[in-house]
């Protein structure tokens, strides 16, 4: 499947063909960090089947307990993470969901890291809703 998409300012953008059949949520501590959230959703693409089109990311190198080395890949303007591809020979790029046109087509189908995954979060559907912004408190 063809995505494309980019950064919240729009700096970076790229293109890409991602296997839809590999979306995944990741629950891990880093992660969390990373996003500021509770996890983070990737989408592999081989990676001559990725290409940006627009900007120069910022590379964050975090290496993993077991040694991995993982090379993370920001706008350095605005800070929206893009993707992220082993920092020693990459074969695969993973693209953050969000941050693609085609983001509401790309459906998670596995969750990895769950012993770290924020209770809340595996299940939002309890938690009180608003279609926008809710209205201040008065
Ligand atoms: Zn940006
Ligand atoms: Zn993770």
């Not at 790029?93 to 983001?103: D, H, L, N, P, Y």
């Not at 995954?117 to 408190?137: C, D, H, M, S, T």
């Amino acid at each position: 499947m063809k995505i494309d998409g980019g950064c919240h300012c729009g700096y970076i953008t790229y293109e890409a063909t991602v296997d839809a059949e590999r979306v995944g949520v990741c629950h891990c501590t880093d992660c969390q960090t990373f996003s500021g959230s509770a996890f983070r959703t990737g989408v592999l693409a081989s990676k001559d089947r990725f290409r940006l089109l627009g900007g120069q990311p910022k590379i964050y190198v975090k290496t993993a307990k077991s040694g991995a080395r993982r090379a993370q890949a920001f706008c350095p303007e605005c800070g929206t993470h893009v993707y992220a591809f082993a920092a020693d020979d990459p074969q695969e790029i993973s693209i953050r969901t969000g941050t693609a046109r085609q983001r509401d087509q790309l459906v998670p189908s596995a969750q990895i890291w769950c012993r770290s995954a924020q209770p809340w979060a595996v299940n939002l559907g309890p938690i009180k809703k608003f279609q926008e912004q809710p209205p201040p408190r008065s």
